[in-house]
């Protein structure tokens, strides 16, 4: 099991918007059953983190991209996925496994 995390760096006065975008595409692919839940955070510059900033997280059994050939892109996930590029600086994924119980040591 793997923890995902993808950090968007909005433009000035947008992390609101990315984070009700990224909120929708990620709905999008868990309506799809292409995502588990998910929690959508965002700091416009109302709190002590980083300003104009966004962060999308959720878990899945494994990692996959979303390109690979088996894969049937649900409608909507690319324009959203657009949507948030035109209004984002950068934006980077960290990926860290899961600690299961299967997985703990004596």
């Known amino acids: 099991m793997f923890h995902l995390r993808r ?7 947008m992390a609101r918007k990315v984070a009700t975008l990224a909120y929708q595409e ?3 692919f868990k ?3 292409q995502r588990t839940d998910f929690s959508v955070y965002f700091n416009g510059g109302t709190t002590p983190a980083e300003k104009d900033s966004v962060v ?3 878990t899945d059994a494994s990692i996959q991209s979303i390109y690979r050939e088996s894969n049937d892109i649900p409608e909507g996930a690319l324009q ?17 496994e899961l600690l299961t119980p299967d997985k703990m040591l004596d």
């Open 26 to 28: 990620a709905q999008i």
């Open 7 to 13: 950090i968007f760096k909005t433009k000035p006065g």
């Open 56 to 58: 999308l997280e959720w």
């Open 80 to 96: 959203v996925g657009r949507e948030i590029s035109e209004l984002t600086i950068d934006h980077r994924l960290e990926i860290n």
């Open 31 to 33: 309506d799809a059953g």
